[in-house]
């Protein structure tokens, strides 16, 4: 195959859950103890994939916090969510030091 840039792209809609199932699944290794992390393109493609699983799962947990915690947060895009969470982070780190 030639540049990975170059290549034409495949998006996947998968639902949370698929996405984390098809994560562990390319993580365990063959019979012979050979992960997929061996193969470098795989490798790109397990952390593109990590990525976005964890910046799914973050927003969900914020978005989750800020509700229990009384905040309406479903007008919020999932950007917005992750900025909040950002700063409220941040905010709290200082308070802690």
């Known amino acids: 195959m030639g540049d ?3 290549e034409p ?3 996947l809609a998968l639902a ?3 996405a984390e199932a098809v994560r562990a699944w390319l993580l365990k290794p063959a019979q012979d103890g050979a992960t997929s992390l061996d193969d470098p393109l795989v490798s790109r493609v397990l952390t593109k994939l990590a990525i976005v699983v964890d910046t799914v799962r973050a927003t969900v947990t914020v978005r989750r916090e800020l509700e ?3 905040l309406l947060a479903a007008h919020l895009s999932d ?3 992750r900025e909040l969470g950002r ?3 941040e905010a709290t780190a200082g308070i802690r030091s």
């Open 16 to 18: 949370l859950t698929e």
């Open 9 to 11: 792209a495949v998006s």
């Open 4 to 6: 990975p840039d170059c």
């Open 87 to 89: 700063r409220v982070a």
């Open 79 to 81: 950007e917005q969510v």
């Open 68 to 70: 229990q915690a009384g």
